[in-house]
């Protein structure tokens, strides 16, 4: 069955740089997606990306995916006050109509 | 435009209530969702329409009852609700119900339950 791991907290200075990590167990051909939560807010997708792609680069966003270790990981350039939030890494089976499966979410905190 | 609307924003409703929720969008979407999603967790998947049609309901309480009107419409009608039940309510929309279609999600529905 399909398990999205990630580690519940990040805290990080504004300016530095935020990775957050997420991992997966399902080795099947896979869609994999970061989704952001403000406090009180729906989830805004941020980026997704196949299993078959290595890195995928958004501006300030860049998802690396290491497919050996089923980890994929959110690179947050210049970390700004506005991206404190609670950040879900999901993964979708490419096959069929499968549901989403979310991670527990990691809430990353930023100090100015 | 990829919003998906969510009416009320607030609900507040007795243990014998009925009340209903309301999800719209416009970006011709023909699979639509319902989540539930408690205090610091993650979504949980309710019910999946597809072309209007039910597709998964993941063992969701009779109490909880979802309805497709047209393909820009989707609610969810409650009656006899828990304190329990107390959530903020999601509702999304995808191209279809397929992995690689994006699904957008509304601002949600906090719903207590007294």
């Known amino acids: 069955g399909e398990d999205v791991e990630q580690s519940l907290f990040l805290s990080v200075r504004e300016g530095d740089s935020s990775v957050i990590n997420c991992t997966y167990t399902d080795s099947s051909s896979t869609y994999l997606y970061w989704y952001k939560q403000e406090p009180g807010a729906g989830l805004q997708l941020l980026t997704y990306i196949f299993s078959n792609m290595d890195m995928k680069q958004d501006q300030r966003l860049t998802v690396l995916l290491n497919k050996k270790d089923k980890h994929l990981s959110l690179r947050i350039a210049d970390t700004q006050t506005g991206d404190s939030a609670i950040y879900f890494c999901a993964e979708r089976l490419n096959s069929g109509n499968t549901p989403l499966v979310f991670g527990k979410g990691t809430r990353l905190s930023v100090i100015a | 435009d990829t919003e998906v609307t969510q009416t009320p924003k607030h609900l507040v409703m007795g243990m014998t209530n009925k009340k209903s929720l309301k999800c719209e969008q416009h970006m011709g979407h023909r699979a639509m969702y319902w989540y539930k999603q408690k205090a610091k967790k993650p979504p949980e998947l309710m019910f999946v329409?597809?072309?209007?049609?039910?597709?998964i309901n993941e063992s969701v309480p009779s109490r909880f009852s979802p309805e497709c009107p047209n393909s820009s419409l989707l609610n969810l009608h409650l009656h006899a609700l828990q304190p329990e039940d107390s959530a903020l309510y999601l509702c999304a929309s995808s191209q279809a119900a397929v992995a690689k279609n994006i699904q957008y999600f509304g601002a949600g529905t906090r719903l207590s339950v007294l």
């Open positions: 329409y597809s072309y209007e049609k039910l597709s």
